[in-house]
């Protein structure tokens, strides 16, 4: 059954039995598991430079039963249109969007900026009374952090793509790729420009039960600050997984433990 099937879509394409919906200005949202018959469903947010099937090796790990949808920002994975440069352009265009997708019993999951984008996207939700079960923030810097980041605004193509394949996000196979590299390096800056704008409201706790994923071993976000993020919900735990920053794709098998534990 078509993604159209629960909401209206520009258009919609199917590969290799998996759904895709291309959504409000390029929006672009895929189903990697299950139908919009699940009552259950879990939305994932990527990190910086990522998309959708980032997610695939987690949601094949998933329990049957469940829908599992993951977001491709303007521009990134198969999603048409110019890439969105504005942290709150985007919360607009996902927090509208995604409205007659969510049901009433749905997770979220977001990865790095992915779990800002999540938790900022949940503030808006709950003053609409709308609230996800729980929400996980996997390996996200401190929203009242972010200038300590503004260095990455400066980095040059093979500095940031040297970074990313440090985390692991880079398949080896693309690294000699000179023209993937230049239109991902045009990815990752257009992601960073969002990042460098994250705006939250630091008066409005979450009220949904929050998780967030943290690794000690984390070489871009510091597992000794990532306990603040404590003060940004009113039900706050914490999970500690191993593997650098893009620890979704590196140690998926754990990560998607994890989740299935919380479901």
Known sequence: MPISAVGKSDSMVTKSNTDYAI?????????????????TKIFFFPFVGGQ???????????????????IDFPGHGWARGECIKDFEELIN????????????????????????LAYRITQIL????????????SASPLPHRIEEYK??????????????SGFGSINS?????QTYLEYYFRTIKDDIAVFLK?????????ESPSFIFYSEEDSFVKYTDIFEWGIYGQDVSFVKVKGDHI?????????????????
């Open 23 to 39: 959504l409000e200005k390029g929006l672009g949202l895929r189903r990697l598991k299950g139908s919009s018959d699940n009552k």
């Open 52 to 70: 959708s099937l980032s997610f695939k090796d987690i949601a094949r790990g998933l329990p049957e039963g469940i829908e599992v949808l993951a």
């Open 93 to 116: 265009l996902l927090s509208n969007v995604l409205l007659e997708y969510l049901g009433d019993n749905f997770y979220f999951f977001g990865h790095s900026l992915g779990g800002i």
């Open 126 to 137: 709950e003053e609409k009374n709308i609230k996800p079960k729980k929400v996980i923030i």
């Open 151 to 164: 260095y990455l605004d400066k980095k040059s193509m093979k500095e940031l793509v040297e970074i990313m």
């Open 173 to 177: 196979a693309f690294l000699d790729n």
């Open 198 to 206: 994250t705006k939250v409201d630091m008066d409005k706790p979450i």
């Open 247 to 263: 620890f979704v794709q590196t140690e998926y098998e754990e990560v998607t433990k994890k989740i299935i534990d919380l479901l």
